[in-house]
Each structure stands twice: as C-alpha cells, then as structure tokens.
C-alpha cells in the first residue's frame, strides 16, 4: 500500500481539461472517461478550478470547462494551465468539437436552446461560442471532432486515445478511411491509397474488407504497394521520434481510399503491424470500414470516374 509520504514524492498524475462546442458530445466524452479512470468533474466554476489542479491533489482527473461555466473566461483557463504546468504538473487540454449545421440539426431534434442564445436561434450562440472558444481549440493537445460520430464513436475514440495507463506515453492512431465521407478532421497525417487498384471492381472481394486476407493479398499485390508502403513507413520511423522528443502526446496518422473498406483498411492493418515490430504501440481504427458495399457503391463509382 502506497503511504502519503510516498505518493507526495511521487509527480502528481496528469489532469485533462475538456471543453469545446456545446453539444459536440463533451457530456458522453467526460463519462467514457470515467469508464476509464478517471475522476470526472463537469462544468467546473473557475474559482475551483486552483485547487484541483493544485500538486498535492493525486487523483486522475477530467474537468469539464465550458461557455456554461460562470464567469467563463479563456485566458483565465490558459493562465491556469500555465502557472501549474511550471509546477510540474502535466495538463492537457481535449477539445470537442462539431460542425456548425450538424448542431443547429442537433439543437433542433433535442429542443434544446443553445447557452449563449437563450432567446434567438441556436446559429447565433454557435457562431458567437465559436469565436470565443477558437483560442482554446488552437492550443488543445488533442481535437475530436463529432460532426459523423454516433455516441458510440465517440466512446470510442476518446477509449483509443486516452485508455493508455501511462499518462505520458505517446498514443499512436492509424485511422482508415473513405475520401466519399470526407477527410477526418483530427487527422495529423494523411496517406491517399487510391493510387492502388482497387478490390471493389473484383466481384468476389467486394464484400470483403481489407481485414481479410484475400482483399490484403490483392492490395500488397499491386507491384505499387511495397515501395510505396517501405516509403511511407520509413518516413513514419524517422518522424515518431521527433514528434515523441517534442512532447507530442497523440498522433492520429490517416490511410485514405475512396470509400474507406478495401485499400486503406489493408494498408492500415499493415502499417499498424510494421510499426509495432519497431517497438511503436499503436491502435488501428477503420471509420469507414462498416458501411456496405451497397451503400456506397454508387458513390465509389461516380468519384471513380471523376479521377
């Protein structure tokens, strides 16, 4: 059992202060993290906000911080996080965000009204939280952002980033994608696939995704595959360090193909194996991969063409 006088010698665990857009999700974020250990406090009013992120304090802790928050005021959260962080004290900032329509939709469905428009639509407290909050969100270790993320998704991701029980490990994610539903948002850095040829065009192995074996054996198969994939993992192991010796506590690396099951989930799966084998912990994550191939085929189609 671990006595006080140790645990005062010991460095105090990271804090993680979570804000963002209201009704991005910050709620659904601050319990999954519970799910994960930590002690979460939601809609801290700042004169508390001192003392819990005060050394002596041992807990592993989650602090919601938003627009709600009387007397809300920015600079005083980035002045905080400032004077304890040359404490010594680790404290990183979550923010989660959202596209503007996706939650004028989301308002419009709960009948909630938006924080700061109590008494006019919810577009004009968005906008107006936006340019309040955009100095924060500049400044924020990790962004996730919710506009296509289902409760369960974003569990999910805030599980892939955060569930590592070293604080101060480097947390690598290797996300697959299909360019038909967009770029991710919090990707750091992004790989286009669609130079590959393509299992969707083959009968037998449209169904399949790039987890299986026959559509990984067709994608490495393409006399393209290898020096690209050896080029890319070679530029990964020479900038990992870099970002790690930097203090880059999260890196989200992307694969891209056109509709997000074939290509880039087999290269991710691949990258996510090589990287490993360099000592590189990693958590593979395919955003695209459980859409059907009747859901999208016309619209793999269509961009195909365009190409």
Same mark, same amino acid.
């Not at 959202?98 to 407290?125: K, Q, V, W, Y």
């Given at each position: ?48 906000? @001192? ?19 009387? %007397? ?14 040359? @404490? ?40 107006? +939280? ?54 991710? !948002? ?9 130079f590959l040829r393509n299992p969707h065009w083959v009968p +037998?192995?449209? #169904?399949?995704?790039?987890? +299986?074996? #026959? ?12 020096? %690209? ?23 989200t690396v992307a694969f891209g193909c056109t509709g997000g ?27 695209? !991969? %459980? ?9 793999? +189609? ?6």
């Amino acid at each position: 059992m671990t006595s006080p006088d140790s645990m005062r010698d010991e460095p105090p665990p990271p804090v993680l202060l979570v804000t963002g857009m209201s009704g991005a999700g910050k709620s659904t974020t601050l319990k999954a993290l519970e799910d994960l250990g930590y002690e979460a406090v939601d809609n801290l009013p700042l004169s508390l906000l @001192e003392p819990l992120l005060a050394p002596g304090v041992h807990q592993k802790l989650a602090i919601g911080i938003d627009t709600r928050t009387r %007397a809300f005021s920015p600079a005083m959260v980035l002045e905080a996080i400032a004077a304890h962080a040359s @404490e010594g004290r680790t404290i990183r900032m979550l923010f989660v965000d959202c596209s503007g329509p996706e939650l004028i939709r989301r308002f419009s469905e709960t009948r909630r009204r938006h924080p700061l428009a109590l008494d006019r639509p919810a577009g004009d407290g968005i906008a107006l +939280e936006r340019e309040l909050l955009s100095e924060l969100r500049r400044v924020a270790d990790v962004v996730i952002d919710t506009t296509d993320f289902s409760s369960n998704d974003l569990r999910r991701a805030v599980s892939t980033r955060f569930g590592r029980p070293d604080g101060k490990a480097f947390t690598l994610t290797l996300m697959s994608f299909g360019y038909a539903r967009g770029v991710p !948002r919090d990707a750091d850095l992004v790989f286009d696939m669609r130079f590959l040829r393509n299992p969707h065009w083959v009968p +037998e192995l449209r #169904p399949m995704t790039g987890v +299986e074996a #026959p559509v990984q054996g067709y994608v490495k198969a393409d006399p393209a595959f290898t020096p %690209a994939f050896d080029a890319m993992m070679g530029l990964l192991t020479l900038l990992l360090p870099g970002y790690a010796r930097e203090g880059r506590a999260y890196l989200t690396v992307a694969f891209g193909c056109t509709g997000g099951r074939h290509r880039s989930v087999a290269t991710a799966e691949a990258a996510g194996a090589r990287l490993a084998e360099a000592g590189w912990s990693n958590a593979v994550v395919h955003r695209d !991969r %459980a859409h059907g191939p009747e859901q999208d085929a016309l619209e793999i +189609e269509a961009l195909e063409e365009q190409r």
